[in-house]
């Protein structure tokens, strides 16, 4: 737990949330929005973490994570640009 809180040796939230997203937009084909995507910042809303504990059938403990962030919006902007498109494409 104190290496993963430390963050080394490891992507920061940013770089996991870029890459992620730069990854779905391709597999989903929307490879055009993938330009927005590097200039994208993030503010954390949230972390639920549950455990450490013991889960049935492994002799580990389990430990888990999420961490919930919006992108980051300027009122114009590639971010701003990049939010109205994902609207658009969920309607």
Same mark, same amino acid.
């Given at each position: 737990? !104190?290496?993963?809180?430390? %963050?080394?040796?490891? *992507?920061?939230? /940013?770089?996991? #949330?870029?890459?992620?997203?730069? &990854?779905?937009?391709?597999?989903?084909?929307?490879?055009?929005?993938?330009?927005?995507?590097?200039?994208?910042?993030?503010?954390?809303? !949230?972390?639920?973490?549950? %455990?450490?504990?013991? *889960?049935?059938? /492994?002799?580990? #403990?389990?430990?888990?994570?999420? &961490?919930?962030?919006?992108?980051?919006?300027?009122?114009?902007?590639?971010?701003?640009?990049?939010?109205?498109?994902?609207?658009?494409?969920?309607?």
């Amino acid at each position: 737990m !104190r290496w993963f809180d430390s %963050g080394t040796g490891r *992507e920061s939230a /940013t770089e996991c #949330l870029r890459r992620e997203l730069a &990854e779905e937009l391709a597999e989903v084909g929307h490879p055009e929005l993938i330009d927005y995507v590097a200039s994208l910042e993030f503010t954390p809303l !949230r972390v639920v973490q549950t %455990g450490p504990r013991q *889960e049935p059938g /492994t002799d580990y #403990l389990h430990l888990r994570r999420f &961490e919930v962030y919006d992108i980051a919006v300027a009122p114009t902007g590639a971010a701003a640009q990049f939010k109205q498109r994902l609207l658009e494409l969920a309607e």
